[in-house]
Protein backbone atom coordinates (compact mmCIF):
# COMPACT_ATOMS: atom_id res chain seq x y z
CA UNK A 1 0.00 0.00 0.00
CA UNK A 2 2.59 2.87 -0.24
CA UNK A 3 1.98 6.11 1.49
CA UNK A 4 -1.47 7.40 2.93
CA UNK A 5 -3.62 8.48 0.34
CA UNK A 6 -7.02 8.92 2.84
CA UNK A 7 -6.25 12.19 4.49
CA UNK A 8 -6.66 12.08 7.92
CA UNK A 9 -5.28 15.46 8.99
CA UNK A 10 -5.09 14.15 12.76
CA UNK A 11 -4.32 16.95 15.02
CA UNK A 12 -3.12 15.57 18.56
CA UNK A 13 -4.25 18.12 21.62
CA UNK A 14 -3.64 16.99 24.88
CA UNK A 15 -6.66 17.29 26.91
CA UNK A 16 -7.17 17.59 30.99
CA UNK A 17 -7.21 13.83 30.93
CA UNK A 18 -4.09 13.62 28.68
CA UNK A 19 -5.48 11.52 26.45
CA UNK A 20 -4.47 12.72 22.74
CA UNK A 21 -7.77 13.73 20.03
CA UNK A 22 -7.40 12.69 16.59
CA UNK A 23 -9.65 11.53 13.27
CA UNK A 24 -9.98 7.88 12.87
CA UNK A 25 -7.25 6.81 11.15
CA UNK A 26 -9.03 5.05 7.92
CA UNK A 27 -5.52 4.16 6.40
CA UNK A 28 -4.27 2.35 9.70
CA UNK A 29 -7.76 0.24 9.67
CA UNK A 30 -7.37 -0.15 6.33
CA UNK A 31 -3.64 -1.72 6.18
CA UNK A 32 -5.10 -3.95 9.85
CA UNK A 33 -7.42 -5.10 7.65
CA UNK A 34 -6.15 -6.03 4.77
CA UNK A 35 -7.83 -3.77 2.80
CA UNK A 36 -6.01 -2.32 -0.91
CA UNK A 37 -6.81 1.14 -1.26
CA UNK A 38 -5.99 3.17 -4.57
CA UNK A 39 -7.39 6.26 -6.54
CA UNK A 40 -9.22 4.83 -9.65
CA UNK A 41 -5.96 6.53 -11.81
CA UNK A 42 -3.43 3.97 -10.06
CA UNK A 43 -5.62 1.18 -10.31
CA UNK A 44 -6.09 0.74 -14.60
CA UNK A 45 -5.46 -2.73 -14.23
CA UNK A 46 -7.91 -3.87 -11.21
CA UNK A 47 -10.81 -1.64 -13.02
CA UNK A 48 -9.66 -4.16 -15.79
CA UNK A 49 -9.88 -7.07 -14.18
CA UNK A 50 -13.64 -6.02 -12.70
CA UNK A 51 -14.67 -4.61 -16.24
CA UNK A 52 -15.60 -1.22 -14.34
CA UNK A 53 -15.54 1.86 -15.59
CA UNK A 54 -15.60 4.51 -12.71
CA UNK A 55 -15.35 7.62 -15.28
CA UNK A 56 -19.03 6.26 -16.67
CA UNK A 57 -20.68 5.99 -14.13
CA UNK A 58 -19.69 8.72 -11.69
CA UNK A 59 -19.21 6.56 -8.65
CA UNK A 60 -17.04 8.45 -5.98
CA UNK A 61 -15.92 5.47 -5.17
CA UNK A 62 -16.28 1.58 -5.03
CA UNK A 63 -14.81 -1.60 -3.12
CA UNK A 64 -15.06 -5.10 -3.83
CA UNK A 65 -12.84 -7.95 -3.41
CA UNK A 66 -10.39 -9.15 -5.95
CA UNK A 67 -9.77 -12.31 -7.90
CA UNK A 68 -7.11 -13.26 -5.15
CA UNK A 69 -8.94 -12.25 -2.61
CA UNK A 70 -8.13 -8.77 -1.23
CA UNK A 71 -10.77 -6.70 -0.41
CA UNK A 72 -10.61 -3.43 -2.62
CA UNK A 73 -11.61 0.49 -2.13
CA UNK A 74 -10.93 2.33 -5.41
CA UNK A 75 -11.74 5.93 -5.19
CA UNK A 76 -11.80 9.28 -7.42
CA UNK A 77 -8.89 11.27 -6.40
CA UNK A 78 -10.28 14.04 -8.01
CA UNK A 79 -12.50 15.04 -5.24
CA UNK A 80 -12.05 17.18 -2.29
CA UNK A 81 -10.71 15.80 0.94
CA UNK A 82 -13.75 15.87 2.43
CA UNK A 83 -15.56 13.92 -0.15
CA UNK A 84 -12.81 11.48 -0.26
CA UNK A 85 -12.91 10.54 3.22
CA UNK A 86 -16.67 10.33 3.29
CA UNK A 87 -15.97 7.57 -0.23
CA UNK A 88 -13.47 5.68 1.96
CA UNK A 89 -15.39 5.74 5.09
CA UNK A 90 -18.98 4.19 3.30
CA UNK A 91 -16.20 2.02 1.18
CA UNK A 92 -14.86 0.51 4.31
CA UNK A 93 -18.36 0.30 5.69
CA UNK A 94 -19.31 -2.08 3.32
CA UNK A 95 -15.99 -4.28 3.90
CA UNK A 96 -16.43 -4.27 7.54
CA UNK A 97 -20.21 -4.69 7.55
CA UNK A 98 -20.02 -7.94 5.27
CA UNK A 99 -21.30 -6.61 1.90
CA UNK A 100 -18.69 -7.13 -0.17
CA UNK A 101 -20.86 -10.95 -1.01
CA UNK A 102 -23.82 -9.47 -1.70
CA UNK A 103 -22.48 -6.78 -4.83
CA UNK A 104 -24.42 -7.35 -7.59
CA UNK A 105 -22.45 -7.89 -11.14
CA UNK A 106 -24.72 -6.84 -13.32
CA UNK A 107 -25.79 -3.78 -11.24
CA UNK A 108 -22.65 -2.87 -9.92
CA UNK A 109 -24.29 -1.75 -6.95
CA UNK A 110 -24.98 -3.17 -3.29
CA UNK A 111 -28.58 -3.89 -1.56
CA UNK A 112 -30.38 -0.56 -1.14
CA UNK A 113 -30.39 -1.69 2.89
CA UNK A 114 -26.39 -2.08 2.17
CA UNK A 115 -25.97 1.63 0.92
CA UNK A 116 -27.56 2.36 3.89
CA UNK A 117 -25.67 0.82 6.60
CA UNK A 118 -22.65 1.84 4.81
CA UNK A 119 -24.03 5.61 4.65
CA UNK A 120 -24.76 5.74 8.94
CA UNK A 121 -20.85 4.24 8.99
CA UNK A 122 -19.68 6.84 7.34
CA UNK A 123 -21.55 9.66 8.96
CA UNK A 124 -20.47 8.18 12.07
CA UNK A 125 -16.76 8.53 11.75
CA UNK A 126 -17.38 11.97 9.67
CA UNK A 127 -19.81 12.82 13.08
CA UNK A 128 -16.39 12.20 15.52
CA UNK A 129 -13.88 14.42 13.19
CA UNK A 130 -16.27 17.19 13.33
CA UNK A 131 -16.60 17.13 17.52
CA UNK A 132 -13.08 16.09 17.78
CA UNK A 133 -12.58 19.10 16.18
CA UNK A 134 -14.86 21.55 18.15
CA UNK A 135 -13.26 19.95 21.13
CA UNK A 136 -9.90 20.67 19.85
CA UNK A 137 -10.96 24.42 19.14
CA UNK A 138 -12.91 24.57 22.15
CA UNK A 139 -10.89 22.84 24.73
CA UNK A 140 -13.28 20.25 26.40
ZN1 LIG B 1 -22.08 2.08 -1.32
Do not use: W
Amino acid sequence: MGKPIIQTDAYPQKNKGNSIRRKIDLNKICMDYGVRVCSYKSAKKLLKEIDYDPYETKNPGISFRASDGTPVILFDSDRSDLEIRFTAAHELGHILLGHLDYRSKEKDSYPNYAELEANFFAISIITHDILQEYAAMTNI
